[in-house]
């Protein structure tokens, strides 16, 4: 069996999903840092990345490479690795589209999408890339685990 599960702290949660609120109408994305094991992702710590397509940020979100160079650097500094992106859908559902699927290419991580709806967060969803290479790549669903006792009356 695949990874399945990604592991986040609430407050981690939610600084991704206010993210997402704060670029409202644009799409937010980041890098999730961590550590994977059999069990899947966990995630301990989340960097927001400059969203590169600036002509049409409400459907598509690019990160720099030299960005991305440059926040794994950091994250193995800390011992920690790439575990995950995430990214939010602007009135859209939390569901991964043909070009989030075609621009995924870091096999194990976790896509992290959140829907925010007239400024909103709503649903956030995790998809595993399971598969060994581009050509069996695919998307996984993935359980998310928000973390570690913060009970849900907080969130939202
Ligand atoms: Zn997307």
Redesign the pocket.
């Known amino acids: 069996m695949s990874a399945t599960t990604l592991t986040i702290s609430g407050e981690l949660y939610e600084t991704i999903r206010r993210h997402g609120e704060r670029t409202y109408p644009h799409?937010c994305c980041g890098v999730l840092l961590g550590r994977s094991d059999d069990q899947g992702n966990t995630v301990e710590s989340a960097v927001e990345a400059g969203n590169t397509r600036t002509d049409s940020a409400h459907?598509?979100?690019n990160i720099a490479p030299q960005e991305l160079i440059r926040i794994q650097r950091q994250g193995r500094e800390r011992g920690l690795d790439i575990v995950g992106f995430y990214?939010s859908?602007p009135d859209?559902p939390a569901q991964?589209?043909k070009?989030?699927f075609e621009e995924a290419h870091w096999i194990g991580c976790s896509y992290v999408?959140t829907s925010v709806e007239q400024g909103t967060a709503k649903v956030t969803n995790s998809f595993l890339l399971a598969g060994t290479t581009e050509e069996d790549k695919r998307f996984e669903d993935q359980r998310v685990v928000v973390g570690s006792g913060v009970p849900d009356a907080v969130r939202c």
């Open positions: 799409e459907n598509r979100y990214h859908h859209h991964w589209s070009t989030d999408i």
